[in-house]
């Protein structure tokens, strides 16, 4: 059976404002001009690796520790790059440059490029670097006011003999599964468990909680992405004499913290009000959880 | 530090004949004009489906249960899928005639669309569709002859509980580094188990075992993609009174099996003659697989 050549899908459904990106050093300020080959192992696999992070006033925050991650993922999936960290800083500062925005959003992925299709890392020519700019606002004061909701995923974090979560990949297939448990029931975001019921991390974040003045997050081994926030955060504790600890942390011990919240790059903080139909603490963002962020913002001269 | 553009990656490693490109209906006969947008939820976080098969003379070989399949696993993501089965059936006939080709490879991805960077899959537009083919020869003669070397993963399946093995879907990093552990030791590929260390499969195989004259195969509930081929070989057996049992089956029963082979669309059966440094059975394909493949190629008459 033919069909109408006008069902063929043709539109773009994001917003062409505000975003300049960098594919191998050439820019585009129109997103609909974008594209990578088919052929590309990103596109056919997930075959890449990424980072995010925001900047202000043009400069980039902790590019260095990204650039050390980036590095990192791509070491564990046997993954050469062929781009110097100089240059991806470079082709960085050309996009914010174009772009112009008091704070930007910035990602960076580097695919193993393209080849025959084949599972065979080796028939993959130059990687892809793709930099993907566009302006964003500071973080809603309602994250600080009345906090957000999670949910505890039943989809359980993929388990580090499959595929380590260190490795910060364009296979995100299991926290999207994640991530739609929490957006069908009306939460900011879903927390995973490992496969020993333990805590990991939210979707795109670390979590946390506070009981009786101390900070815990769990050890990376429980299997999650060593965020750089949560690095920046457990150094910012240590140096300020407030108890930190790395540990195993169960569904329990999250419900019956005094506070919760999540920390990423972009977000800084958020604070979490209430787990499944469970209220946290007194409801309401803790006094722990907003001194931190104040400390982090204060010390690394960082906006909201 | 600035660089010389003349650095900056341009050039395209796969052979550009004999393929043929189909993106929502627009056909590319050029390989490097065949793109996707870098808002692509496929290429940004692997979020899409795909099939395989080949086609003999113009004809797609088990084009309804590869749909049938593709539609299981866009049901499993919760992946609305905009096109009707006829129209991707007609997309691929048009690159199939264009192709021109005695046998052709046929991928069909889909992916959720494009759309602002966010997990959540609300945020994708229409599906893109994209059918890439090209010429196939047959598969080669020494396959029957010699048979292949496989090994055991030391990368686990990735469990169910984190991403069903049986969603065909572009997060294939498991599949990859398992099979980099086999291209590592010059091994045509490699057999991943379960978290139970059960067999399940091949990274785009099913794995199957002769012994004493009964066939047998990992259940689905082990981890595992249920082949198409594995499906039409367990339906031939039971026509034609061949024992044939699908359950666990552990490292040792592999490695003590009489025969062992692998199965796929397009490679039908592939004899595996070595495991790590074990020689199965004769060290030579044996009688029992080859009457099979030849019983397959005889009732559904497809090339070998």
Chains 1, 2 share one sequence.
């Not at 992925?109 to 793709?130: M, V, W």
Request: hydrophobic fraction near 35%; aromatic fraction near 8%; include cysteine.
């Amino acid at each position: 059976m033919e069909y109408s050549s006008k069902r063929v899908r043709r539109g773009f459904s994001i917003d062409t404002q505000n975003k300049v990106i960098n594919i191998n050093g050439e820019i585009f300020t129109d997103p609909s001009q974008a594209k990578v080959s088919v052929f590309d192992r990103g596109f056919l696999f997930g075959d890449s690796i990424y980072e995010v992070t925001d900047a202000y006033e043009m400069t980039p925050c902790f590019l260095e520790e990204h650039l050390d991650r980036l590095w990192i993922s791509a070491g564990k999936l046997f993954m050469p790059i062929n781009y110097s960290r100089d240059e991806i800083a470079s082709e960085i500062n050309k996009c914010l440059k174009k772009l112009n925005s008091p704070r930007a959003y910035i990602r960076i992925i580097i695919t193993r490029g393209e080849g025959e299709i084949t599972l065979d890392p080796s028939n993959a020519g130059r990687n892809n670097l793709i930099i993907i700019c566009r302006s964003l606002q500071v973080n809603p004061s309602w994250w600080y006011e009345n906090g957000v909701e999670v949910v505890i995923a039943q989809t359980k974090r993929t388990a580090i003999e499959s595929m380590d979560p260190s490795i910060k990949s364009g296979n995100y297939l299991n926290n999207i599964l994640a991530f739609n448990e929490a957006a069908s029931k009306g939460a900011y975001d879903a927390i995973m468990l490992n496969h020993d019921s333990k805590i990991t991390e939210g979707t795109t974040s670390n979590a946390w909680l506070v009981k009786d003045g101390t900070f815990y997050t769990p050890a990376l081994k429980a299997g999650l992405l060593g965020g750089i926030t949560r690095a920046k955060l457990i150094e910012l504790c240590n140096e300020n004499s407030i108890n930190v600890k790395e540990e195993d942390i169960t569904i329990e011990q999250l419900k019956g913290a005094d506070e919760v919240f999540l920390t990423s790059s972009t977000k800084r903080i958020i604070p979490v009000v209430k787990i499944d139909d469970h209220i946290v603490g007194s409801g309401k963002p803790g006094s722990h959880s907003l001194n931190l962020l104040n400390l982090y913002l204060s010390k690394y001269q960082l906006p909201r």
